[in-house]
């Protein structure tokens, strides 16, 4: 099984503060992994320097073989935590505009994806609320033909009766191969779709691993196992 993400002794730090520790990890093609820990333990900057959104660490980050640049940009898509996209915009115009820019953008599968969150194409996004604007984000992510799907927090602006919808949606809409990197901290609702997991402490590496083999060893979900880890 081949990699899609390497990083060797990754660091990154704000200013004094450091938020990535000499990061070793290794992800493999074609999994659904779960990218979980804390408030401010480096979750959030680590998926940028995946998104190519952030150049100033130390280390070394490949992605599908490639250190971030323009051919890593082309193949990955990334969901960002918080709502980007211009409200005086049309659902169209978003899905317009994302269809020029990337050329793996897939028409067929956003009006598939429309149709089953029940968005009106027509309706400005001022007039929607978070929850609705995230499912646009998220259709927008979902309907590239990517390697790697990045996604920062999907669950956090919809309600308990949408989060299933939406995991569903995400398992059916990525690609044979593909990879999917999820942030979450909703970690019941998320863990039954989860191949492998990466558990992050404060800008290292607490657990890694097939989730299956980790809930065996420990005799206990993920969701109990992340609440001892972290108890406060």
């Not at 959030?44 to 995946?50: G, N, P």
């Not at 505009?97 to 793996?104: K, R």
Request: proline share 4%.
């Amino acid at each position: 099984m081949s990699d899609i993400v390497v990083t060797q002794d990754l660091t990154k730090s704000y200013g004094i503060r450091p938020v990535l520790q000499q990061m070793n990890l290794r992800i493999p093609a074609g999994r659904i992994v779960g990218l979980l820990g804390p408030n401010g333990c480096g979750k959030t900057t680590f998926m940028k320097i995946l998104a190519g959104l952030t150049s100033d660490y130390t280390g070394a980050v490949y992605i599908d073989g490639q250190a971030p640049g323009v051919y890593t940009k082309s193949i990955v898509s990334y969901l960002p935590e918080k709502t980007y996209l211009k409200d005086w915009m049309r659902v169209r115009d978003v899905m317009s505009l994302f269809a020029d820019f990337y050329a793996d953008f897939d028409w067929n599968k956003a009006a598939e994806l429309l149709e089953r969150f029940q968005l009106p194409g027509d309706m400005k996004l001022k007039y929607m609320s978070k929850g609705m604007q995230e499912k646009v984000q998220l259709i927008l992510v979902m309907c590239r033909n990517a390697k790697l799907y990045i996604l920062d927090e999907p669950l956090s602006g919809v309600d308990p009766a949408a989060r299933s919808v939406i995991l569903d949606t995400i398992i059916r809409s990525y690609n044979p191969g593909s990879t999917v990197l999820l942030s979450t901290h909703l970690i019941y609702d998320v863990e039954r779709i989860l191949d492998d997991i990466i558990m992050m402490g404060y800008g290292q590496i607490v657990m890694a691993g097939e989730a299956d083999a980790i809930r065996q060893q420990n005799g206990r979900s993920i969701d109990q196992l992340f609440r001892e880890v972290f108890r406060c």
